[in-house]
């Protein structure tokens, strides 16, 4: 997307939240505002995915509370809406799990970013808003870091490899590439495993890098990456479908901590009912992409999936039992018959 587009749609959204406010009404001024931001932009499914969470919490509390949605990084990068929630300026956030790793306590959550771990999104979801360990690795980092994960839910599209190269065929393909990652360690051995450069960098800086040249390429979905039209500066798509990754609510505990169980109740169920706006329109933009690829002259391959997981197989042994328990990647896997 071009900084033109960009600005206009930053701009319609402050305007629109800013004539929102501007409202008079009792029932406002006796209700608690909350604010949900993400890094994601205006339309896309995790924007339509937090004004469901938006209606539902509206609903289900009569107007107790209200919340206002911020898309585009507007309120900041991942990194600074964690620290915002830590300190209680931003109540909720919504992106990829992979943030958990950034936090004091979230180390341990680097397993979800083990190649090949889910076998597909419905799997992950299951897990994670279900199994005894993980839930109990949610409540130490709230502890610890102060931002609590209270919904994983809303499917991410497979990660894939995107360059300015050339397809990506097969594991070899891989080596030297200089390839953006986020900043999540288990990433980046299964990268360093395959021989590329890793260049750990935010979201909102990969358009212009790889515009510039400055790498040759990423590691993402098409949820995070068609929006923002990475394929305009990147025309070579490789479906490796190296990690089935979800998405996660984040909360303030500051904000947590103070409200009672029927209110939480309330956002749990907003949670899950605007992770499946995600999980349905990511499912749909997945079917469009190769379409919107094709029609804007890129390359859409399938490489040798089975070479890769072989390529990466047992990457994850180095830190099994350091950053993670011992033994969970085994048990995850023997959880979905694997």
Same mark, same amino acid.
């Given at each position: 997307?071009?900084?033109?587009?960009?600005?206009?749609?930053?701009?319609?959204?402050?305007?629109?939240?800013?004539?929102?406010?501007?409202?008079?009404?009792?029932?406002?001024?006796?209700?608690?505002?909350?604010?949900?931001?993400?890094?994601?932009?205006?339309?896309?499914?995790?924007?339509?995915?937090?004004?469901?969470?938006?209606?539902?919490?509206?609903?289900?509390?009569?107007?107790?509370?209200?919340?206002?949605?911020?898309?585009?990084?507007?309120?900041?990068?991942?990194?600074?809406?964690?620290?915002?929630?830590?300190?209680?300026?931003?109540?909720?956030?919504?992106?990829?799990?992979?943030?958990?790793?950034?936090?004091?306590?979230?180390?341990?959550?680097?397993?979800?970013?083990?190649?090949?771990?889910?076998?597909?999104?419905?799997?992950?979801?299951?897990?994670?808003?279900?199994?005894?360990?993980?839930?109990?690795?949610?409540?130490?980092?709230?502890?610890?870091?102060?931002?609590?994960?209270?919904?994983?839910?809303?499917?991410?599209?497979?990660?894939?490899?995107?360059?300015?190269?050339?397809?990506?065929?097969?594991?070899?393909?891989?080596?030297?590439?200089?390839?953006?990652?986020?900043?999540?360690?288990?990433?980046?051995?299964?990268?360093?495993?395959?021989?590329?450069?890793?260049?750990?960098?935010?979201?909102?800086?990969?358009?212009?890098?790889?515009? =510039?040249? /400055? *790498?040759? %390429?990423?590691?993402?979905?098409? @949820?995070?990456?068609?929006? #923002?039209?990475?394929?305009? $500066?990147?025309?070579?798509?490789?479906?490796?479908?190296?990690?089935?990754?979800?998405?996660?609510?984040?909360?303030?505990?500051?904000?947590?901590?103070?409200?009672?169980?029927?209110?939480?109740?309330?956002?749990?169920?907003?949670?899950?009912?605007?992770?499946?706006?995600?999980?349905?329109?990511?499912?749909?933009?997945?079917?469009?992409?190769?379409?919107?690829?094709?029609?804007?002259?890129?390359?859409?391959?399938?490489?040798?999936?089975?070479?890769? =997981?072989? /390529? *990466?197989? %047992?990457?994850?042994?180095?830190? @099994?039992?350091?950053?993670? #328990?011992?033994?969970?990647? $085994?048990?995850?896997?023997?959880?979905?018959?694997?």
């Amino acid at each position: 997307m071009n900084g033109i587009d960009r600005r206009t749609l930053m701009g319609g959204a402050l305007l629109g939240g800013a004539g929102a406010a501007g409202m008079p009404s009792i029932a406002r001024a006796q209700s608690k505002q909350l604010k949900i931001a993400t890094i994601a932009l205006v339309n896309s499914p995790w924007h339509k995915a937090l004004n469901r969470f938006k209606e539902v919490v509206e609903a289900e509390s009569a107007g107790r509370y209200t919340v206002a949605v911020y898309t585009d990084g507007q309120l900041g990068d991942i990194a600074q809406l964690l620290s915002a929630m830590q300190l209680g300026t931003v109540d909720f956030s919504y992106f990829g799990l992979s943030s958990i790793s950034f936090v004091r306590g979230g180390e341990a959550f680097n397993v979800l970013y083990v190649p090949y771990l889910f076998k597909n999104g419905e799997w992950g979801e299951k897990i994670l808003n279900t199994d005894p360990e993980l839930l109990g690795m949610f409540d130490k980092m709230a502890t610890t870091a102060g931002v609590r994960v209270f919904g994983a839910w809303g499917q991410r599209s497979p990660r894939a490899i995107q360059s300015t190269r050339g397809p990506i065929m097969k594991p070899e393909d891989v080596k030297g590439l200089r390839l953006r990652i986020p900043a999540i360690p288990m990433l980046r051995a299964t990268f360093d495993r395959l021989g590329a450069q890793s260049t750990p960098m935010g979201m909102l800086e990969i358009y212009s890098a790889l515009s =510039r040249g /400055a *790498v040759d %390429g990423q590691d993402n979905g098409f @949820d995070l990456s068609i929006p #923002p039209r990475f394929h305009e $500066a990147a025309k070579f798509w490789s479906a490796t479908d190296h990690v089935n990754e979800l998405v996660g609510f984040f909360a303030s505990e500051r904000l947590w901590k103070g409200l009672n169980e029927t209110d939480r109740q309330i956002f749990r169920k907003a949670s899950k009912a605007a992770g499946e706006v995600t999980t349905q329109l990511t499912k749909e933009l997945d079917t469009e992409a190769i379409d919107i690829l094709k029609k804007a002259g890129c390359t859409y391959v399938v490489p040798d999936r089975d070479a890769f =997981r072989k /390529a *990466v197989a %047992g990457v994850e042994d180095e830190l @099994d039992g350091k950053m993670w #328990p011992k033994g969970m990647v $085994a048990r995850l896997r023997t959880l979905q018959g694997a």
